[in-house]
């Protein structure tokens, strides 16, 4: 079955340092793979995918993440955080290999930056 | 612009009653989604749609009920059944899945419900 997980339930950062939140996967077949921002109250945002191609994914707001085959895993980055940036961030796969385009999401990672 | 639109943003439901939070869509997707969010426990889907006339149960389907009657629409209907209602419950939509297709999803704001 698929499986996303986040082990990190939150990071903290200072704003200017880079960042990384953490995101693995377990897959049958090729990985397509997402990350959202969800700030308090609102829906989750779009930042970038994996679907094929090169290994860095670049995103919305400056964000890119990282593909490794080998280690299964998908991690965020941002070289220079922001004290907007801070919010909760959700790593996805696509529930393959059905056409329904069902997303298994992780739990959640609540990214804080401090000035 | 086009979106999702999630109503009403808060809703208070009674023991015993039913209550259906409306979600609706002007970006012309044919797949549309139900999550439930709890703290700590990230998203868990409900009902999904592919396409007007037809649906799917996702993962936690029990005590929910769906129809998608029309393509821009898909109301969930929280039943009494559900025991434990109170979440924060988000609508999403897509372009229909398939190979070589893998739009993301776009969701609304969400409706949070709780127990009177």
């Known amino acids: 079955a698929q499986s996303v997980a986040q082990p990190e339930d939150q990071v903290n950062v200072a704003e200017g340092n880079p960042l990384t939140v953490k995101c693995t996967y377990s897959v049958s077949g090729n990985p397509y793979l997402f990350w959202y921002v969800q700030y308090p109250n609102r829906g989750l945002q779009f930042l970038l995918k994996y679907i094929t191609g090169d290994n860095l994914v670049k995103g919305s707001y400056g964000f890119e993440a990282e593909f490794n085959k080998s280690q299964t895993s998908f991690h965020l980055k941002k070289p220079s955080a922001l004290v907007s940036d801070s919010a909760l961030y959700f790593c996805?796969?696509?529930?393959?290999?059905?056409?329904?385009?069902?997303?298994?999401f992780g739990q959640g990672t609540t990214l804080q930056v401090k000035p | 612009d086009g979106g999702i639109t999630q109503s009403p943003k808060y809703l208070f439901r009674k023991e015993g009653q039913n209550v259906t939070l409306s979600c609706e869509q002007n970006?012309?997707?044919?797949?549309m989604y139900w999550y439930r969010q709890d703290p700590g426990q990230g998203l868990r889907l409900i009902y999904y749609?592919?396409?007007?006339?037809?649906?799917q149960k996702g993962d936690i389907a029990e005590g929910y009920s769906v129809s998608r009657e029309k393509k821009e629409s898909f109301p969930l209907t929280v039943t009494s059944a559900q025991k434990n209602p109170t979440a924060f419950y988000l609508c999403a939509s897509s372009t229909r899945q398939g190979a070589g297709n893998n739009q993301p999803q776009h969701f609304g704001d969400g409706t949070r419900l709780s127990i009177l």
């Open positions: 970006l012309n997707h044919d797949a």
């Open positions: 996805a796969v696509r529930d393959s290999p059905s056409n329904t385009g069902k997303l298994i």
């Open positions: 749609s592919q396409i007007v006339n037809d649906f």
